[in-house]
């Protein structure tokens, strides 16, 4: 079995920056296509950046283009990065790191097999 765990979220300012991580841990995971996902009080949870598995291919909501980039480091277990530049309060939400059995990057959450606990940023303004 695959456990993730988000790190990196926390109480910010608008305009700040923020990096959040996952870790993979259990079994070796590596070559799957992975993404963060994010949850606001009373909305459905959302797509905000993947993946693929061999890392050459990324996506991105077009409410964070240009502003937060995802990255991977991949060994024996796999370590997913999001950095998070001009951080706006509609940003505040729970991000969640989620990875997939297979490598193709998807943008539904239904796609994704493995989930962590979230971990909450909150933007002030």
């Known amino acids: 079995q695959v456990q993730l765990a988000e790190s990196g979220g926390g109480l910010v300012q608008a305009g700040d920056s923020l990096r959040l991580s996952c870790t993979s841990s259990?079994?070796?995971?590596?070559?799957?296509?992975m993404g963060w996902f994010r949850q606001a009080p009373g909305k459905e949870r959302e797509f905000v950046a993947g993946?693929?598995?061999?890392?050459?291919?990324?996506?991105y909501a077009n409410s964070v283009k240009g502003r937060f980039t995802i990255s991977r480091e991949s060994d024996y277990n796999t370590k997913l990065h999001l950095q998070m530049t001009s951080l706006k309060p509609e940003d505040t939400a729970v991000y969640f790191c989620?990875?997939?059995?297979?490598?193709?990057?998807?943008?539904?959450?239904?796609?994704?097999?493995?989930w962590g606990q979230g971990t909450q940023v909150t933007v002030s303004s």
């Open positions: 989620a990875g997939r059995t297979g490598t193709l990057l998807e943008t539904q959450t239904q796609k994704y097999t493995y």
């Open positions: 259990g079994r070796a995971y590596n070559g799957a296509a």
């Open positions: 993946l693929s598995g061999t890392g050459g291919v990324t996506d």
